[in-house]
């Protein structure tokens, strides 16, 4: 076995550990598909699209975001297989009332999602801007091997909802 060959063994093994622990670590939100965009045609099998998707924060009651990701059509995505892009947009808004549910930690997953079959994930992370009263979302794509700097971010002010009673403070539920 040539020292090549070991190496791929070892990133191949790392590979089948993460993509272990990444399966271990079910999503914290249950998105909702909200509609999709065909991008570039392909004439026999699915094409390129961009979806759109909602999400729910499961511990800030009041907040959703939405993301658009690119999803490959092609055979590698017919088959589930493909990469996909790191390229996500995020959009997240105050629905209703805010209400916090539990303590929770600055970068703390909100959403994660495979890009593909072992070696990428999606996520949006929570935090709090406590001088502002911010709630602060980030959406980015990471790989095991290399990551990537593509990001987006999005920001929900802590508000009054209908005049009912005091707004709640983030820096109230950081650990």
């Known amino acids: 076995m040539r020292v090549h060959d070991t190496n791929f063994i070892r990133a191949l093994a790392l590979a089948a550990v993460a993509a272990c622990i990444g399966l271990a670590t079910p999503a914290a939100a249950q998105e909702d598909l909200i509609f999709k965009k065909s991008t570039v045609w392909k004439m026999l099998t699915p094409d390129d699209k961009l979806a759109v998707y909602g999400v729910d924060d499961p511990l800030v009651e009041g907040v959703a975001c939405h ?78 091997i290399d990551g990537s700097p593509q990001n987006s971010t999005s920001t929900v002010p802590v508000m009054p909802w209908g005049g009912n009673g005091e707004t709640p403070k983030c820096s109230d539920w950081l650990r």
Do not use: H
């Not at 999803?71 to 959009?91: C, H, P």
């Open 67 to 144: 993301y658009t990701v690119p999803e490959k059509g092609g055979v590698s995505g017919m088959f589930g297989v493909a990469e996909e892009v790191s390229e996500i947009s995020l959009a997240c808004r105050q629905i209703g009332p805010i209400k916090f549910k539990e303590k929770f930690e600055q970068g703390d997953v909100v959403f994660r999602e495979r890009r593909s079959l072992i070696w990428k994930k999606m996520q949006i992370v929570r935090g709090c801007d406590a001088k502002r009263n911010v709630l602060v979302y980030l959406v980015y794509s990471d790989k095991l």
